[in-house]
Structures are given as structure tokens and as C-alpha cells.
């Protein structure tokens, strides 16, 4: 995350206007040696095209294109205002976060801001403490991590080794901030404690970084709690499962019936979940053309493009492997860290679903506001599916650059842990874009560069992979792969 110091922040400013505070944040930064001087005429200039307002009294002011040769040093400079400042459209900003970037890399601050300032608790905390180190440690990603999300729940995995649920485990607890590789290393070793009724339980002594509980279920009904925790405020929610009524309720429950009973909302997590009556879902796949990737200014009109209608619309970034997001959030989207050439896919749920998306395809296709030449490898694509259907990720259209290629895995236990994260570190040598599917399975295709994915197909010994490469290192990447499998991964 970011590397912040007394040196970067003020706490307790005042300002009379978003025009004062950005003068301010600019001169910092100035100072600072981030940028040399008349970087604030660009900082002052992004507001007349687009807010800077990120939501949850969050704005993040910075530069042009045009002023980006004025950068000496990425870097942040914090103003907090606590009485807060007017940003526009009825917006109040209590904390300024400037940006100084050179190329690509405000994307990669923008999403770990954004990643931080989306929890609305961690917001108020920055707009009010005065405390240096709680607003350094908030600001970071250290602290305000919630012991319970969606994000850390994976139902439905098709695997029947508990290894695997906790290889999915702890890659989304890593992933998240809440342990280290330490932690990684030493769960996959361990053996999970049988709690009875299918419910088993694993924890480790290294690289805690916050308390957190990540579940994996698979489809047999077997549930894997992993259990991250630098303090001992869990031991109450933990001293739930040894009760055998607790236990059962997991084999079934959804997501949000899991969190909910959890968090002691509800004692029936078998209750059957509303469904939403919806008739169909449009999916839209489609690839950013702008030069500087999905930076403040293009996420706004994104949101905006989509915000006129009712449907309900995610987007996710299918070369990061992000979770789903809301496509009406320019927290959301910012927070996507979406370059030129990524793909990104969105789903609409709703009456006007297929309009949504058609306007999104025209919005990102036309630039969002900027002029673009580059030309997509792949083709945009839309798609209606039936919400009972399950959603199939969108499979590549061929192109002159990409190669496939199909291998057999020999080792005796299947793709676990240690041959999964074997195969992911050969993958990621390679400049291209490479997706594996199980064939004995029919699965989607899927980022082979992604440990959590790679375990979740479910590979045993004898099962057929697909994998397909684009990019001029295709073609030795899928030799390399190859390789790596006859030579078995490790085993």
C-alpha cells in the first residue's frame, strides 16, 4: 500500500473552497519535490472537466495530461478538513488526497485509495481523528478491515480436497490484506480440525495481519472456515461452531445468510433466500481504449453513462480478476485499476438491462470523454442469458496472435496447492494473456494467473486442461506450460 508519513499529511486544515484546498494540496506537493511548479494549473483545470469527488467525503484532486510532465515523483499529499469543504453538486469533501503520478502509476495508487476509502467507516475515521498514526495506519489498509465480507465466502467449489478450499481460502485473505505469505505457506501445511457435521476449521500462528474468517464450501456440502486473527476478539463468534445446530446450518446457507448469523442477526441461516424477480441477465464484455486506462475522468462518465437506468449493473476487470463491483460507484470503477487493452465485463439485471449495456458499449467504444485510436484484439460482445442459468465467462475469439494448446495432469493428487502455485508462477513469465478451462468439466475459461481459480476447477489426475494464450509470448508460454506439466509441477 502507501508509503505515508507526517511529511505527506495535514491533519486539522481548514479551506473556504475546493479551490483554496487544491492550491494548498499543490504547494505541498511543491514542496515535497513531487512536482515543479504549474502543476496546480492542471490540478484546477481536471475539475472543470470532471469532479474529483470520489464519494464518502473523499475527493482526490490531481493533474492533466497536459501537466504530467510537471511530475519529478509519484507521490500523495493530505489535506483533512474536518469542517469540511464544498465540492459541488451538493458534495462535501472532509479529506483531500492530491495526486502527483507519472504515466500508469496514479492507476495503481487510485485502486489501493479507493480499495481503503470504498468502507465507509474507514472514511469517517480519516475526516475526524487526530491522530497521526490511526489516520497513516487507516489510510494504509492496516486497520477497519471487516471480520466478515463477501468477498472472503467461496460456495460451490468443485473440488472435494480440503486443501484446496484452503488454498481458496487463504489467497483471498492475502489478497485482502488481513495475512501474508507466512500465513500461506503455513496453512496449506496444516491439517484443518474436524469440528463434525462436514465443518472443519484451520488457523495459523504466522503473518496475521487483522482478524478476518474466510469459508469455502464445495458442492458435496463440506465447509472449510479459515480463521485469521491478531487479537483475541474472535474467540465469541469462534465458540459458535462447536455447537452441532450451528454447525449443520452451513451445509446450505447463502452468502448473506452465512454473515448474517455470524454477525448474530439471524439464528435460521436455512431460511430460504428471496430471489429476485428478474427474467434475464445482458452481459457485456468489453475492451478500454484509453490511452491512460480508466483514471478519475473516464470512470465518472462511465458512472454516468450508466446511471440513467434502473437495472442493477456490476462490472469486473477480467485481467485482474476482480470481484464484481458496482458500475454505478466511481469508487467502484476507479478501484478496478483498469489499463489500456483490459477487458472488462458487465452484467445488467433489470427491465432496462439491454439498453444499459448497449450504452456502456457505445460510451467505452467513443472513449469516455477522451480521443482513442487503439483497435481491441477481441471484439466487444453482448449476451442474454437466463438469470437460472449459471453465467458463462465469455470464451476468446481467435485472433492471428493466440494459441491453444491441451495437456493431461499426471500428478497423482491433481492440481492442489503446491502444483497450482507451481503452474501460476510459470504462467506469470509470460507477456500474455492466458486462460485455462477444464475440459472433463466444461468449465468457463479463467485467468491462469490466478492461484484462487487454478484450484478452483478441480483438477484431478487424468483431467484434460485447455489452455489458451494471446500475445506475442503465446506461443512459448504454452511450450513452457507444457513443460512444467510433463515435468510435474513440482511433485
Known sequence: ??????????????????????????????????????????????ETQTSTFLGNGIAIPHGTLDTRDLVKETGVQIIQVPQGVEWGEGN???????????????LTLLRQLTTVLSDEEAAATLAKTQ??????????????LPTLSPELISLNVESSSLITLSAINAAKLQEQGYVSQAFISD???????????????????????????????????????????????????????????????????TVAQIIAFLKGETNEVNAPATLTSLSSQVIGTFTIRNENGLHARPSALLVQAVKPFTSKITVENLDRSTLPASAKSAMRV???????????????????????????????AEGLGESV?????????????????????EVSVPTENQKEATFVIRNEHGLHARPSAVLVNEVKKFNAKIEVQNVDKNSPLVSAKSLM??????????????????????????????????AGLGE
Not at 458435496?220 to 485469521?228: C, R
Not at 449476451?383 to 453465467?391: I, K, L, N, R
Open 1 to 46: 500500500m502507501l508509503n505515508l508519513s507526517a511529511k505527506n499529511i495535514r491533519l486539522n486544515g481548514s479551506a473556504n473552497s475546493k479551490e483554496e484546498v487544491i492550491r494548498l494540496v499543490a504547494a505541498e506537493l511543491v514542496a515535497n519535490g513531487n512536482v515543479t511548479e504549474g502543476y496546480e494549473t492542471g490540478m484546477l483545470a481536471r
Open 334 to 364: 476507479v478501484a478496478l485499476g483498469a489499463s489500456k487493452g483490459h477487458r472488462l465485463r458487465f452484467i445488467a439485471e433489470g427491465d432496462d438491462a439491454q439498453q444499459a449495456i448497449e450504452a456502456l458499449q457505445k460510451a467505452i
Open 373 to 393: 485510436s487503439f483497435v481491441p484484439e477481441v471484439e466487444d460482445t453482448i449476451e442474454s442469458v437466463a438469470v437460472s442459468a449459471p453465467v458463462q465467462e
Open 131 to 144: 491522530n497521526l498514526d490511526e489516520f497513516i495506519a487507516v489510510l494504509s489498509g492496516k486497520k477497519n
Open 453 to 486: 481459480k487454478i484450484v478452483a476447477l478441480g483438477v484431478t489426475k487424468g483431467t484434460t486442461l485447455r489452455f489458451v494464450a494471446i500475445g506475442d509470448d503465446a506461443e512459448a508460454a504454452l511450450a513452457s506450460i507444457g513443460a512444467a506439466i510433463e
Open 92 to 106: 462535501k469533501a472532509y479529506v483531500v488526497i492530491g495526486i502527483a503520478a507519472k504515466s500508469d502509476e496514479h
Open 187 to 253: 496453512i496449506i501445511s496444516n491439517t484443518a480440525l474436524n469440528l463434525g457435521n462436514n465443518l472443519f476449521i484451520t488457523d495459523s500462528a504466522k503473518g496475521n495481519q487483522a482478524n478476518g474468517l474466510a469459508v469455502a464450501r464445495n458442492t458435496q456440502g463440506q465447509t472449510l472456515v479459515t480463521v485469521a486473527q491478531t487479537d483475541n476478539s474472535l474467540q465469541p463468534l469462534l465458540t459458535q461452531f462447536l455447537k452441532a445446530d450451528v454447525r449443520t446450518q452451513f451445509a446450505n446457507a
